[in-house]
């Protein structure tokens, strides 16, 4: 049986469990992050029964056997008799979980999730697929109002720490709420754990593979195979039309990243190329939650969308995964005071990235100034406060993007933050935090904009 591995999100499924005002629950996430073990699991621990059903279709125009059962009628409960019926598994309001896995792959199933919603609210519906994001982005793809959502990335490097063995110390950095120095000892250890975490990633197969065998080599080939399958999905669900220009962008990710500014450009996808020939492309990659995309802002004003422009930057959905489409051996993680500075610092922005993005309920932006040039690497609102910050991937941390932003808009920078590999700290108006203790960025953030 497969090692099963701690997710953080379990504690948002519990809630959504629990609410009284609960509706079928859409999981989105790219493929292989832990989607269909995460909820098997869930239903386990905290159901009677667990009814499991795959809606992949067999081959581009065979549908699921299950399919069916969707496509004749709209009566839940009719849908529920022959499921049981079908699985040999009983289907209970208050006693079941019902997963409908691949649910992109079977519109009536979708639209099923309405009536689920109106007619059997006590049942507890939830739907997962690899290409749910396509799918949403598709008109009218989901019930409006009927359905609730939650979004599952990469394992964290917490889930990492605990993944790993390494229980303790991830509760040791989850305990931590005062800008004290941390310990060297502790510093230490969890340094040489991110290393490990930059070269593997948060991909759970790749975590699980490193975890039983501490072989690199075993990690690529898993590596190797997922960056395989999403080639797969570009050709199976991109449409003979998108294919080539999905794989030229996805293709492109370490040359565009390599570069000191990372802005994007649809030049380096292929040369002379423009953005009307490629952004469906890069909209279909978001979509598929495969790269994150970061739009530039004018300023830190709020929303933070109403300030974005036309320029972006785009990562990778995780560290591993970059690392394996670059083709960098996991040595370029040495043992150097400057061990994530390789490829411009890309590695570091990407990871503090991931880390944000669990956390955060806007997306970060990124501020440049033109004359004279400076650029802040995020822009992060929490609450009503917009904080710039900065990806150091090193000890030299000197912040002139950082000084240049807060002297020009001095009223709405109440604290500048610095992400690097030197201790947790406070100086001032400036907060260090350190990159292995990304994943608490927020709660310290907030610690630091009520504390001063």
């Avoid at 450009?265 to 909209?283: H, K, M, P, Q, T």
Wanted: hydrophobic share 40%; aromatic share 10%.
């Amino acid at each position: 049986m497969q090692r099963y591995m701690t997710r953080q999100i379990t504690s948002q499924l519990r809630a959504w469990k629990n609410s009284p005002f609960r509706k079928p629950l859409v999981l989105k996430g790219a493929r292989q992050v832990g989607k269909t073990q995460v909820l098997k699991q869930f239903g386990i621990d905290e159901f009677a029964n667990v009814a499991y059903v795959s809606l992949e279709k067999i081959d581009i125009d065979t549908p699921s056997e299950y399919a069916e059962f969707f496509e004749q009628t709209h009566d839940p409960r009719r849908i529920v008799a022959n499921l049981t019926l079908a699985l040999g598994v009983p289907i209970e309001v208050d006693s079941t979980l019902l997963i409908l896995d691949e649910i992109q792959d079977c519109p009536a199933a979708i639209n099923s999730l309405k009536y689920f919603c109106e007619e059997m609210p006590d049942l507890a519906v939830v739907c997962a697929g690899s290409l749910l994001g396509v799918a949403l982005a598709s008109e009218n793809a989901f019930p409006v109002g009927k359905v609730s959502f939650l979004t599952m990335y990469p394992m964290t490097f917490t889930e990492f720490l605990w993944a790993v063995g390494e229980e303790p110390l991830a509760q040791y950095a989850g305990s931590i709420s005062t800008f004290e120095s941390i310990p060297q000892l502790f510093a230490d250890r969890l340094r040489d754990n991110l290393r490990a975490y930059f070269a593997v990633g948060g991909m759970p197969e790749a975590v699980l593979r490193w975890a039983t065998t501490s072989d690199i080599g075993q990690v690529d080939m898993v590596l190797s195979d997922l960056l395989d399958s999403y080639e797969r999905d570009f050709a199976k669900h991109g449409g003979a039309r998108m294919f080539a220009k999905i794989s030229q962008v996805w293709r492109s990710l370490p040359a565009q990243l390599a570069r000191d500014n990372k802005k994007f450009l649809y030049g380096i996808v292929r040369e002379g190329s423009r953005a009307r020939e490629y952004e469906d492309a890069v909209i279909w990659l978001q979509n598929a939650g495969l790269i994150y995309r970061v739009n530039r802002s004018t300023r830190p004003g709020l929303p933070l969308s109403a300030y974005d422009e036309n320029a972006f930057k785009i990562y990778a959905l995780d560290i591993g995964v970059l690392r394996r489409l670059s083709r960098l051996d996991a040595t370029v993680f040495s043992r150097t005071e400057n061990m994530f500075s390789e490829f411009k610092g890309a590695f570091a922005e990407n990871y503090v990235l991931q880390a944000l993005m669990t956390q955060l309920d806007v997306d970060p932006r990124y501020w440049v100034s033109e004359k004279p040039r400076h650029e802040v690497d995020y822009l992060v609102q929490l609450g009503n406060e917009v904080i710039p910050c900065e990806v150091k991937a090193g000890t030299n941390v000197k912040s002139p993007s950082l000084k240049y932003y807060a002297g020009k808009y001095p009223r709405e920078t109440p604290l500048r933050v610095r992400f690097s590999l030197l201790n947790l700290a406070r100086n001032d108006d400036v907060v260090n935090i350190p990159l292995y203790l990304c994943d608490h960025a927020a709660p310290l953030i907030r610690h630091s904009l009520f504390s001063a």
